[in-house]
């Protein structure tokens, strides 16, 4: 059976008092669920995060980190730092990382790299941009993307390996692909992990949705076979919101 799992992105949000408050409120509503959740602060509040919720349900996890295990990179976050606060899963390859800092594949196969070998979970993100979409490219988009960024790993490495497809067009637009279109997405995802690791691997690792999911949406999308989750984005500044959108499993 796969996780189903429920990430809320904070992004550059929230300073140290509102992220105290928000977990509060998350922990006010936390009701046992079928759905693993989890929280990314800002590094900043990551430590704070981790203490608060720890005897919690929620995970909290890091937005990024540096492919380097230490040294002369001013501004960046290594593994080792996430881990020595707890930190265990770390979201890769945002396509705001992308966009505004020049993320690549290549790059991003050496960040996930450093992560597995840290012993770390990823949730890897990757989607298409509208005008791959309108000019009927997005399978190949998100094939190159997943390929070129994981398949260089062995099929043990993907029990750390968790996806997200995220069609940029989608993220915080408030325009959200239809479950169908989600759906045709996975399932070509899937297909792609078939074909380079089997069936077997392909049916163990959890792809989740991103891009507008909302209370309003997130059950019919979450309904979907292929869909295992979402990672959430504006909607997970909100403790009611984010709980509903676990709640909709
Ligand atoms: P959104 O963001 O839910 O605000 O669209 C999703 C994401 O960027 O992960």
Not at 168 to 189: C, K, L, N, R, Y
Request: overall charge negative; charged content about 20%.
């Amino acid at each position: 059976m796969r996780k189903q799992i429920v990430a809320g992105n904070w992004k550059m949000n929230n300073d140290l008092a509102m992220t105290e408050s928000l977990i509060t409120e998350l922990k006010k509503r936390i009701k046992t669920s079928e759905a693993e959740m989890m929280i990314a602060p800002a590094f900043t509040n990551l430590w704070h995060a981790f203490e608060a919720l720890r005897q919690s349900d929620i995970e909290v996890v890091a937005q990024n980190m540096h492919f380097a295990e230490s040294g002369a990179y001013t501004g960046e976050v290594s593994a080792d730092m996430l881990k020595s606060i707890g930190i265990q899963t770390v979201i890769l390859g945002h396509s705001e990382r992308r966009a505004y800092f020049h993320e690549t594949d290549e790059l991003l196969a050496k960040k996930v790299n450093t992560a597995l070998k840290n012993k770390m979970r990823v949730i890897f993100c990757f989607g298409e941009e509208l005008a791959d979409r309108k000019s009927n490219n997005h399978e190949a988009v998100v094939k190159n993307q997943v390929t070129n960024a994981l398949f260089h790993l062995d099929a043990d490495a993907f029990k750390n390996i968790v996806l997200a497809y995220e069609p940029v067009w989608a993220i915080g637009t408030g325009e959200t692909a239809s479950p169908e279109q989600a759906q045709d997405m996975h399932a070509f995802i899937r297909k792609t992990l078939v074909s380079k690791y089997g069936q077997q691997v392909a049916n163990s690792v959890s792809i989740l949705y991103g891009g507008s999911v909302k209370p309003n949406n997130a059950q019919e999308i979450f309904s979907k076979p292929d869909v295992d989750g979402g990672l959430i984005g504006g909607a997970a500044l909100n403790a009611e919101d984010f709980m509903a959108i676990v709640n909709a499993f």
